[in-house]
């Protein structure tokens, strides 16, 4: 008898100790939210609350050598590097960041481009914000003025660039480009199932901690 209750009492411990982590996640994510300088939208608070749900997690690309990282969580700011590996010689492009900011108006979308040695690429900081409310998975972000004519002007068609992130918490993360219709756009998706190590820091960004 004491035999059994001693191990029911080890694993009621072992249990415990697992829901440490997740409840300690959960208070981190609702103290940004608390800590945010714009209110948004029932829609898309809800989309930010499931980005911060992958704070601090890495992710691979469904069908490509790529991976994701919910690198870097603040109140109003959410830094998620994407890193491109090349499957003939295994090295890694570590240029890109995708940058998503709570603003007033609703939700803002920004790629931040830099070379190996930290400085910004010519093409760097475009995206756009949300011109409606969206879902709670899906966010749309049309070219803003900066995009269409200071990166139209050196990258054809870019003015007509549409952004859309899909989001199925638990199953899939997608990002989407297009310039005509979604039927025909470029699609990146991520496996939210099966995380795995987080990459070493994206190109300008090694010295900044994550914060998660």
Aim: glycine share 6%; charged share 25%; proline share 7%.
């Amino acid at each position: 008898m004491r035999k059994s209750l001693t191990s029911c009492l080890a694993a009621t411990l072992v249990l415990a100790a697992l829901a440490i982590a997740p409840a300690q996640e959960a208070h981190a994510q609702q103290e940004l939210l608390a800590q945010s300088q714009h209110e948004l939208a029932p829609e898309q608070d809800a989309f930010w609350s499931s980005i911060l749900e992958l704070c601090g997690k890495a992710f691979e690309r469904i069908d490509a050598m790529y991976v994701m990282h919910v690198r870097q969580c603040f109140p109003d700011e959410i830094r998620i590097p994407v890193h491109v590996g090349d499957p003939e010689d295994g090295s890694w492009n570590r240029s890109r960041t995708w940058i998503l900011t709570r603003t007033a108006e609703g939700i803002r979308l920004k790629h931040d481009h830099r070379y190996p040695d930290g400085s910004e690429e010519e093409v760097t900081q475009y995206g756009g914000d949300t011109d409606e409310v969206g879902t709670a998975n899906i966010q749309t972000f049309p070219a803003d003025e900066f995009t269409r004519e200071f990166i139209g002007a050196r990258v054809r068609g870019a003015e007509n660039n549409i952004w859309r992130m899909e989001i199925t918490p638990g199953e899939v993360f997608a990002y989407r480009l297009t310039r005509t219709t979604f039927d025909r756009a470029l699609r990146w998706a991520f496996d939210l199932t099966n995380p795995v190590d987080p990459p070493p820091a994206p190109w300008g960004y090694e010295d900044t901690r994550p914060t998660h």
